[in-house]
């Protein structure tokens, strides 16, 4: 030592700015978003639970109505009722009521009578048409 | 005569990549979006749309389910079941889903006779916990 000062110089290696390509990125990132957007599907899914009749055997059960669904009304029993006359005979009563579609009913329709039976309250169970 | 060019940016400069970070940003807000709304399903051998219900309840939408089609074809997924193969496929999925309600995304228009007679059929081989999958209809 002479009495010199040192001078370390330290020379840092010059940072890039982005180590990933922007361009690039953007591509794929813009390819993930189309996958996406078009392979997702944005229904929004609902449960139905369907219980048939005589799950304890047939006899066993004791059938408090028969509401039979045609393609242009349904039938209580036998006998012809629109939606508010049913829901009038039925809300908050406990009797279970079957109910019975015909042949060429369309499931919407059948859903449709489940719905307003669930929203009186009724214990439904669903049975098939006896073969014809 | 001398004719001066516009000078073309070069692409991959800093300035350019300074300028994507905006849309990089809105992107990736758009994916991380569509990736946690939408729900990735399996592709189906056929299309099946589903009927309305006010009051069904909540469901898992990613659950694979027993398609059937208005015409009454039966599927599993991307596969074909036939009414004869309904054995088969109960014992299949009785062990890989024990205990567990079956989905079944049967379409509007189809028969629900035919609905009742499949749901018959399925307790015959020992599946008899089976929900019907539809979508939400505007309530009353």
Known sequence: ?132 | MKIVLPSTRRAGSGLDDERLLPLINVVFLLLVFFMLAGALSSPAAFRVDPPKSSEAGSADAGASALLFGRDGKLAFGAEVVEVEQLQDFSRRWRAVHPGAALAIKADAEADAAQVLRLLDALRATGIDRVVLMTTRAPSK
Do not use: C
Request: without cysteine; proline residues 6%.
């Open chain 1, 1 to 132: 030592m002479n009495g010199s000062t040192v001078r370390a110089r330290i020379v840092l290696p010059s940072r890039r700015r982005h180590a990933i390509p922007l361009t690039s990125l953007v591509d794929v990132v813009f390819i993930l978003l189309f996958f996406f957007m078009l392979a997702s599907s944005y229904l929004d899914w609902r449960a139905f639970p369907l219980s048939l009749a005589g799950e304890g055997g047939d006899a066993s059960a004791p059938v408090g109505h028969t509401l039979t669904i045609a393609r242009d009304g349904a039938l209580l029993d036998g006998e012809i009722v629109n939606a508010e006359q049913l829901g009038e005979r039925l809300r908050g009563r406990a009797a279970p009521v079957v109910v019975v579609p015909e042949d060429g009913v369309p499931l919407q329709s059948l859903v449709e009578w489940l719905d307003r039976l669930k929203l009186w309250g009724v214990n439904a169970s669903l049975a098939r048409p006896a073969a014809s």
